[in-house]
């Protein structure tokens, strides 16, 4: 059965201090493990999808790295903006389009 | 603008009556899902479909139906609500397998 586990659950930050996000997953045969910010109340956005060991992705202040058993994202210099919650999911190659996600990590940034 | 619309927003109702949450996208996607978001379980997905008459169970798909007549829309459909089905859902479309959803607004769903 694949699984997503995220650490940590929440995370407080200051403006500038840069921190990184966990993402550790099992799955037979990945076909690509996707990040999502969620604002509270709204839907999940889609940020990054990565697809082999030692891809990179970066938007903004945000860069995504990918291992074979986990996953990073990496917040440089972070804003009040991205305050969010953020959402790991995998997708198994066996699995049609499902998505199986995390629990996520709640990241606050304070002025 | 590219987006997937659910309808409605909020929805109280009572235990046993039907009631269908629409899901519509403008994007010409082949594969839909519906999922729920509960707090500690995190999202999980219903129902699925890969195109037009297409469809299947995800993880959690007891007590709900879906279907799907033409591309653009895949409505949720609950015959007889019972209270444990009060979540927050999320339709959502993708072009294929291996890239990245759009999800809608959600639907607040309680069963009292």
């Known amino acids: 059965e694949d699984q997503v586990t995220q650490s940590p659950e929440a995370l407080r930050l200051q403006e500038g201090e840069s921190s990184s996000l966990n993402c550790s997953y099992t799955?037979?045969?990945?076909?690509?493990l996707f990040w999502y910010r969620q604002d509270p109340g709204k839907g999940p956005e889609f940020l990054f999808t990565?697809?082999?060991a030692g891809e990179e992705k970066e938007k903004e202040r945000l860069k995504a790295t990918l291992t074979k058993k986990e996953s990073f994202l990496h917040i440089t210099a972070p804003k009040p903006e991205d305050s969010a919650t953020y959402l790991c999911?995998?997708?198994?190659?066996?699995?049609?389009?499902?998505?199986?996600f995390g629990g996520g990590t709640r990241v606050l940034v304070k002025p | 603008e590219a987006q997937v619309t659910q309808n409605p927003r909020y929805l109280i109702t009572v235990t046993g009556k039907k009631l269908t949450v629409t899901c519509s996208q403008n994007?010409?996607?082949?594969?839909m899902s519906w999922y729920r978001q509960d707090p500690g379980l995190g999202l999980r997905q219903i129902y699925y479909s890969m195109n037009v008459e297409v469809t299947d169970k995800g993880d959690v798909p007891e007590g709900y139906k879906v279907s799907r007549k033409e591309k653009r829309n895949f409505p949720l459909i609950l015959e007889s609500p019972s209270p444990n089905q009060t979540s927050l859902y999320f339709c959502?479309?993708?072009?294929?397998?291996?890239?990245?959803?759009?999800f809608g607004s959600g639907t607040r769903l309680t069963v009292v």
């Open positions: 799955v037979s045969g990945l076909r690509g």
């Open positions: 999911a995998v997708q198994a190659i066996a699995a049609g389009n499902k998505l199986t």
């Open positions: 990565l697809y082999s």
């Open positions: 994007m010409n996607h082949e594969y």
């Open positions: 959502a479309s993708s072009v294929g397998g291996g890239y990245g959803y759009t």
